[in-house]
C-alpha cells in the first residue's frame, strides 16, 4: 500500500486544519493505521491509531493531543484522517501516517516498528 499525505499548511493558535492520508494499491479498512509527527530535533511521536484490518475499531490518543485531536477512517475515500483543533505552536512538525498489518495494542500503537508502511509527510505550522 502506498500513502500520501496531504492538508498541512500554516494556521494561527487555536485554529484547526484536517489532515488526509490516502492510499493507493490496497484498500484502508485491512490495515490499522497510525499518525505520527516530528518536530526539528526531536523524535517522530506517535499521535493517534485506529484498528481496522477485520479489528474493532479501537482508537488509541497520545495525552499530548487527546481531545483535540481525531482520528478516522474514511473507507468510500480510502483515506485515513486527523481532524485537528485548538493547534498550538507546539504542534509544529511534520505529519505522518503509518499503516501496519498487525493489531495494534495500547503498548505497541505509538511504536514506529510496528507499522511496515509510512507516507512522505506533510508540514504543519501553527503560530
Known amino acids: 500500500v502506498q500513502l500520501v499525505e496531504s492538508g498541512g499548511g500554516s494556521v494561527q493558535a487555536g485554529g484547526s486544519l484536517r489532515l488526509s492520508c490516502v492510499a493507493s494499491g490496497d484498500t484502508v479498512g485491512r490495515y490499522s493505521m497510525g499518525w505520527f509527527r516530528q518536530a526539528p530535533g526531536k523524535e517522530r511521536e506517535g499521535l493517534a491509531a485506529?484498528?481496522?484490518?477485520?479489528?474493532?475499531?479501537?482508537?488509541y490518543y497520545a495525552d499530548s493531543v487527546k481531545g483535540r485531536f481525531t482520528i478516522s477512517q474514511d473507507n468510500a475515500k480510502n483515506s485515513l484522517v486527523l481532524q485537528m483543533n485548538s493547534l498550538q505552536p507546539d504542534d509544529t512538525a511534520m505529519y505522518y501516517c503509518?499503516?501496519?498489518?498487525?493489531?495494534?495494542?495500547?503498548?505497541?500503537?505509538?511504536?514506529?516498528?510496528?507499522?511496515?508502511?509510512w507516507g512522505q509527510g506533510t508540514q504543519v505550522t501553527v503560530s
Open positions: 485506529i484498528n481496522s484490518g477485520g479489528g474493532d475499531g479501537r482508537t
Open positions: 503509518a499503516a501496519t498489518t498487525t493489531y495494534l495494542y495500547i503498548g505497541t500503537w505509538s511504536t514506529e516498528s510496528q507499522y511496515q508502511y
